[in-house]
């Protein structure tokens, strides 16, 4: 029941923010906040007193077991549950939510000063449905979620927008995004169709359930095109290169608290599915495609770094870099070895933490400046207070400067990738080298150079400098002590790793898992 | 067959509506009162969603020409619940109304009768006859406002155009005939099981036309933009929703009794036809400026992936079919409902026109947020997004595409759903901007104490109701698709 309660609790705070609206602008916020620190505390009680470890992984074909788990049933036609279930990854992850909505809700204390009831409600409602997709292990459910957090998102980035130049409106932006992910996602629901009603074929029942339709036997070609469906919506959602057409634009346009949750967790929910659904569904097929999948990571990498060198709005310049490390993301989860699935939980983290701190600073630039145009900065140093210092250490932890966790991030991944794919490994390698220079090129833009005006800005308020603080605290502290993490989500890495790496050894395997 | 007091009972729905139709009639020739007429239209129509309960314990049962099957009873009750909320929205409308305000009331009753008759239909005389009485009030209804150039071209323009149909219906009944020697379904679907010669297929061809103008089945679509922009926000919404599921419901008897849709090109054509409605609805709804084109377009779409659920025709389409019915009938009345409310004309400053243009609609939010609410919860179930019935009921239409493996199906499903969310979200973001200085319209101040306010309320609770709990939903369909022998 705790466990429906994560989600129930964005979902009443949104309503209750939308009323509050009429008492003033304080009441939404302060609710807003509560929510969310409620559920960021239920999230850290769990992690303190439950038992991530699950024992040892027992032997093929035991059932998958959770830390936590609540069923009910809800559509009995179709034998679909609500069927949440938490294991250390999912914890992780639903931290990181709570996290991230708190500092969402920070950072938009003074930016969003109309409608604020409404945005508080689409806010904790995406935010609701982000944890309704870690929790979910039910097809059907995640589905669910994962469409329905889409339509606050809409809201947030169209109607609080910042509408940019050259017919880049905030609308567009919006709807763009949502057409992207959301006719991904009805691919992904045909394929989820497809293995249900192959399972209905061999059993003659219908399920939605992850562990049943595990066992489903799929002949080659079918797994090939059920597993396809479920990438394109992740890769969409990731983004992959080829799909990754609404991230700037969506980033550039949304609001600060948008733009956080874009990158921090929204992004993160594909990588989650592909290590939650898309690979343990599909091992064979996963394993096939994973060459593919491993160039596209490539291509993200040298892609999103070399954009990222050309850009002139400070948020698109990391949204930009945002793809570069989601390539680096994809890299690890194809690999699947224990090594590179622990780098990618921790590169996740590091990357929620470091892009959450760069798009919170870039909206205070804004806040102070009125631009995001880096052509009308410069020389800002000295001039913002501490602000300068905050982004040098967050733009260090972002071209993954060793002490900061995304260097752990990235070496995990680099490191346990090597002995399944080590050309792709020199080749990612060379794509932090591109890391440094649109890193480096950002603070010297942005902070350095001839200075374009002579007043002195705002310093940080309280509240600003507090955000920033934690972010770059549990930078430094994942960076310089990873285990507690890596012991929280070890064991679920091993399931995966379990599932998917035990087809490389065996590749005469008859059909289902092994 | 003779009839029997068991006939008579199970045929009370349409007995009662046929009732209160000529009390309405003789109502008027006394005394007019608006309001008085309005309450006995809603209680008569009540009265037969009531002895509904009585008849769905004796179904299924055969009555000359009629089926009193799980099917019929289906249809029955969508048809009343929108017969309901329609003369409710008529209400609130005609309220301000100059001419006479009753008469609408009686062609309501008239069109709902028919409605009724068409979709228990089982015999070509009693699909005819239901078909013309659901037709001719409409053609009153839509010209009601006749001082009001719009509604007098819509009504015209359905009044000539569907009577082409008719033509084409009554000509592919005659060759059916001519070539079967039967007007049953029944006799049809067995003379028609083996070969099926070049008038048989002839006829079936025209009778789909016919049926097909009514759905507004791409290429056969023309008149339903303009007829809904100019008809009046009730008899609209009639049209849009009980019209099109009676319709609808006497298509799905005849491909699911005629196996001459299961094979062979007429199947290919249905399959066809059904592709290019999805696509062709979503890619004109993109462009339009008015709301009420924009819906239209939009029912095409739907009557699109419905027709899905009759090419496939076995398996889940009922299921499916019924599905998605329940969801689009309450999904349209909660839209097209708002739209009433709002456009009522002769609230201030209208200049008597039905307001419908999307500038009328920017910002409405920050005036009345429960109204916009509403809107925004059924456009985003017309889009099929979860936490709505539209997720459902989409759900089942690509379910029921995934199970026949009919992928181009699925696939111009996903596509048309793609193009649709484009011109949902405009609307939706619309609702929520705020400019200065923009032409505002209103709904009455009271709206939501009066009836009107409730039906719409209603509507979208429904829908998020059914869209988080459809499984009492889904039951109900399944007892259908049993009763009606699958």
């Given at each position: 029941?705790?466990?429906f309660w994560?989600?129930l609790?964005p ?29 960021l ?21 035991e ?9 009910v ?20 992850l ?20 109309r409608?604020?009831g ?14 309704g ?6 097809l ?7 469409e ?19 017919g ?15 006719a ?5 629901l ?6 249900v009603?192959?399972h ?10 992850y ?23 992740f890769?969409v ?5 080829p ?8 980033h ?11 990158a ?9 599915g592909?290590?939650?659904f ?5 091992p ?27 850009q ?9 870099t ?10 690890g ?20 933490f470091?892009?959450a701190g760069?798009?919170?600073?870039s ?17 800002l140093?000295?001039r913002l207070?501490s ?7 967050f ?17 995990l991944?680099?490191?346990g ?8 490994v ?24 001839p ?49 998917f790496g035990a ?12 | ?37 309005a309450?006995?239209t809603?209680?008569g ?11 769905g ?65 089982t ?9 013309e009485?659901?037709?001719i009030?409409?053609?009153g ?17 359905y ?9 084409f ?5 005659a ?15 067995a ?13 079936a ?13 791409v ?7 303009d007829?809904?922009?100019g008809?009046?926000g ?13 319709v ?21 054509v249905?399959?066809v ?27 095409i ?9 009759l ?8 299921e ?12 349209t009345?909660?839209?097209f ?5 709002i ?7 209208s200049?008597?026109?039905d ?13 009345r947020?429960?109204?916009t ?5 059924t ?12 997720f ?14 009919r ?18 979200l405009?609307?939706m ?26 039906v ?9 109701v ?13 007892s ?7």
């Open positions: 029941m705790t466990l994560l989600i609790i979902f009443i705070g949104g309503l209750l923010c939308w009323q509050a609206d009429r008492f003033g602008d304080l009441p939404p916020r302060w609710i807003a906040l509560a929510t969310m620190l409620i559920e505390a239920i999230t850290l009680g769990l992690w303190f007193h439950g038992d991530y470890h699950l024992g040892n992984v027992g032997m093929a074909g059932a998958l077991r959770w830390s936590m788990e609540w069923r049933a809800w559509i009995p036609r179709f034998g679909i549950e609500v069927h949440l279930a938490l294991d250390g990854l999912s914890l992780v639903i931290a990181l939510t709570g996290f991230l909505g708190v500092l969402a809700v920070l950072c938009s204390w003074h930016e969003i000063v409608r604020v409404f945005f508080h409600l689409n806010l904790l409602w995406i935010l609701g449905g982000v944890v997709v870690f929790l979910a292990i039910d059907f459910l995640f589905f669910f979620f994962w329905m957090m889409l339509v606050p998102m809409y809201f947030l980035i169209a109607l609080w927008g910042h509408s940019g130049s050259e880049r409106t905030r609308i567009r932006a919006a709807t763009k995004f949502f057409i992207y992910t959301q991904s996602g009805l691919l992904m045909v394929s989820i169709l497809g293995l009603f192959v209905h074929a061999h059993t003659g029942e219908y399920t939605f359930a562990a049943t339709l595990m066992q489903t036997p799929l002949s080659e070609s079918t797994a090939m095109w059920l597993m396809l469906g479920f990438f394109v919506a890769a959602k990731l983004p992959v290169v799909v990754h057409g609404w991230l700037p634009d969506a550039a346009q949304a609001p600060t608290a948008g733009s956080v949750d874009l921090g967790i929204l992004l993160k929910t594909a990588a989650y592909m290590l939650r898309a690979l343990p569904l599909f064979e097929a996963s394993q096939a495609f994973a060459p593919v999948a491993m160039t596209l990571g490539l291509i993200g990498i040298f892609y999103g770094a070399l954009l990222a060198c050309g002139q709005d400070i948020k698109r310049l990391i949204a930009y945002s793809i570069a490390h989601m390539g680096f993301v994809l890299i989860i194809y690999a699947g070895t224990q090594l590179a699935l622990q780098g990618v939980v921790l590169m996740m983290v590091a990357h929620a470091s892009a760069l798009f919170i600073l909206g205070q630039l804004y806040e102070r400046l009125h631009t995001r145009d880096m052509r009308e900065m410069g020389g140093w000295g207070g602000l300068p210092g905050f982004s040098l250490c733009v260090a932890a972002s071209l993954g400067m060793p002490g900061t966790a995304n260097f752990l991030g990235e070496f991944i680099l490191f990738s090597f002995p399944v794919a080590p050309w792709v020199v080749i990612a390698s060379v794509g932090l080298v591109l890391a440094a220079i649109y890193s480096l090129l950002l603070m010297q833009r942005v902070y350095f150079g200075p374009q005006g002579e007043g002195i800005f705002a310093d940080l308020d309280q509240r600003e400098y507090v955000m920033l603080l934690a972010l770059l605290g549990l930078v430094l502290l994942f960076g310089l002590y990873p285990q507690p993490l890596l012991d929280t989500t070890g064991a679920a890495m091993g399931e995966v790793q379990r599932l087809v490389s050894q065996s590749t005469i395997l008859p059909m289902g898992i092994p | 067959m003779t009839l029997t007091a068991t006939h008579l009972l199970a045929l009370s729905p349409p007995i009662l509506v046929c009732t209160t139709a000529i009390l309405v009639m003789l109502a008027i020739a006394w005394r007019r009162h608006h309001t008085g007429i309450i006995v809603v209680v129509l009540n009265l037969a969603l009531l002895s509904l309960i009585g008849v314990r004796m179904a299924p049962l055969a009555a000359p020409m009629l089926a009193i099957d799980g099917l019929a009873i289906f249809a029955a009750v969508l048809i009343l619940v929108a017969a309901l909320a329609c003369a409710t929205l008529a209400h609130a409308y005609l309220v301000h109304h100059t001419g006479p305000r009753e008469e609408f009331y009686l062609l309501l009753l008239c069109a709902t009768a028919g409605g009724m008759v068409l979709s228990a239909s015999h070509l005389a009693t699909l005819f006859f239901g078909l009485l659901l037709s009030p409409l053609y209804m839509l010209a009601y406002v006749y001082g009001e150039r719009r509604s007098l071209e819509a009504g015209v323009k009044l000539v155009l569907s009577a082409a149909a008719t033509t219906l009554l000509f592919g009944m060759l059916l005939y001519a070539e079967t020697g039967h007007l049953d379904f029944a006799g049809l679907a003379r028609l099981g083996g070969d099926i010669g070049a008038w048989g297929l002839a006829g061809a025209l009778m789909l036309m016919g049926l097909g103008f009514k759905l507004s089945v290429p056969f679509h023309m008149w339903t933009p007829v809904y922009e008809g009046p009730p008899a609209a919404t009639f049209l849009a929703s009980a019209s099109k599921v009676a609808f419901v006497v298509l799905l008897r005849l491909v699911v009794a005629a196996p001459a849709f299961e094979d062979g090109w007429l199947h290919n249905l399959a036809l059904a592709i290019l409605t999805m696509l062709v609805g979503n890619l004109l709804a993109l462009t339009q400026s008015n709301l009420k084109r924009l819906l239209g377009y939009s029912s779409a739907h009557f699109g992936y419905l027709l899905t659920a090419v496939i025709g076995d398996g889940l389409s009922i499916a079919s019924g599905v998605y019915l329940v969801t689009y009938l309450l999904t009345l909660g839209a409902g708002v739209v009433t409310l456009s009522s004309p002769h609230v201030a400053g200049g008597g026109t307001a419908a243009g999307l500038h009328h609609y920017r910002g409405l939010f920050w005036r947020p429960y109204l609410a509403v809107l925004t919860i456009l985003l179930s017309m889009a099929g997004i979860p936490f709505t019935a539209g459902i009921g989409k759900f089942y239409i690509i379910a029921l595409g995934v199970e026949a493996e992928w181009w199906l699925v696939g111009a499903v996903i596509v048309g759903s793609a193009i649709g969310l484009f011109y949902y405009r609307v973001v619309t609702l929520f901007l705020a400019e200065a200085g923009m032409q505002r319209r209103d709904a009455p101040e009271n709206w939501a104490v009066q009836a009107g306010g409730v719409v309320l209603g509507a979208a609770a429904l829908v998020i059914l869209g988080i709990y459809p499984a009492p939903m889904i039951a109900w369909v399944r259908i698709g049993v009763l009606a022998g699958g």
